[in-house]
């Protein structure tokens, strides 16, 4: 399914994701999956939310820079090479992937990715 993801651009400073995290805390809104990336100068916080546009009016109104994204979630097996037939898929069907994220429980690994043309992965990956 498309959904929708929640990217924070942070300074690299001590404190500054509490800070976010303390925005989406005391406007009552549950992170349901994250991804972390940094470079020397910011990072860049990635998220899933229970309620997308409140958390991005909350981190927008204490000056943070947010950025909404179309990304798709799906949930596989989790089995040696069940990845790999995903990317093979998606590859084969020129639909390029950014970046994913997710993890395994249960015999199940629910996935995050961002790819070139969500619509078409989904139908794709169905």
Known sequence: ????????????E???LEEATDVIYKNNI??????IAETAEYGILRMIVSDTDKAAEALKECD?????????CIEVPDNSGELH???RK???NGINLSYMYGYSKSG?????????DPKKAIEVLE
Request: aromatic content about 4%.
């Open 85 to 87: 037939k995903i990317l």
């Open 90 to 92: 998606l590859s084969d």
């Open 30 to 35: 549950n992170i349901t999956a994250l991804s």
């Open 108 to 116: 199940k690994a629910p996935l995050i990715l961002k790819v070139s």
């Open 64 to 72: 943070f820079s947010i950025k909404i994204t179309d990304v798709i």
């Open 1 to 12: 399914m498309i959904i929708k993801q929640l990217s924070v651009f942070l300074q690299n």
């Open 14 to 16: 001590l404190g500054r």
